[in-house]
């Protein structure tokens, strides 16, 4: 059975703590499935290249139809010609979107904590909070974990937290409404709050 590190105020270890047995039934395509949908999500549609029909001129033939050795042309907005449209450019129109449920972004999340469970890169902690609010604090947080990045998941937090981890290139201090299965994926080790990770588990009960 997998299971999470626990550890006390000094980030040392003093037990381990189960995840439910269902999460070992989860298929890894829900983890696939959310990635792609929310690196779509993010895709910038602003890429446009105006057509034919929206380049100002063209209203006058270049030159007459016969007699000058050359191929009829009806408009310098052609695309043959420098300055006309583009044929088959990039339109803005483009929906990336890609739709997942509800129960498969949680699916998704619940692979993604198993896989870090698996690995022994899932921290549990009561607080992630740094009083002081300094960046030498919660460096020394990041360096008790003994990862190359870390992502640490907090209920809510307060300002001083956010002023100290805000600097720190290796560590992404995020709230619970924010904790989503492509962070958990992409950091080398999670370290969240127990009461986050007990609610995340009281949902798969249906609580």
Not at 39 to 56: D, Q, Y
Not at 134 to 141: F, G, L, S, V
């Amino acid at each position: 059975m997998s299971k999470a590190i626990v550890l006390d105020n000094k980030l040392k270890k003093v037990s381990e703590l189960a995840l439910p047995q269902r999460y070992m039934q989860i298929k890894e395509h829900n983890l696939y499935l959310y990635v792609k949908s929310y690196l779509a999500s993010l895709r910038a549609n602003n890429a446009e290249a105006k057509k034919r029909g929206e380049v100002s001129g063209g209203g006058k033939k270049p030159w007459n139809q016969k007699g000058g050795g050359r191929a009829r042309a009806g408009s310098i907005t052609s695309p043959v010609f420098v300055g006309g449209g583009v044929s088959h450019g990039p339109s803005n129109n483009r929906n990336y979107i890609l739709k997942i449920n509800k129960k498969q972004k949680r699916l998704a999340l619940e692979y993604a904590l198993l896989q870090k469970a698996n690995d022994n890169k899932l921290f549990v902690v009561d607080s992630v909070a740094v009083s002081s609010g300094k960046t030498k604090d919660a460096y020394a947080m990041f360096k008790a974990i003994q990862q190359k990045n870390v992502l640490f998941v907090a209920q809510m937090s307060d300002e001083p937290t956010f002023l100290a981890f805000r600097n720190l290139q290796q560590c992404y201090l995020i709230d619970s409404n924010e904790l989503n299965a492509y962070l958990v994926a992409n950091y080398r080790a999670v370290v969240i709050e127990k009461a986050v990770l007990d609610e995340i588990i009281a949902c798969d009960k249906g609580e």
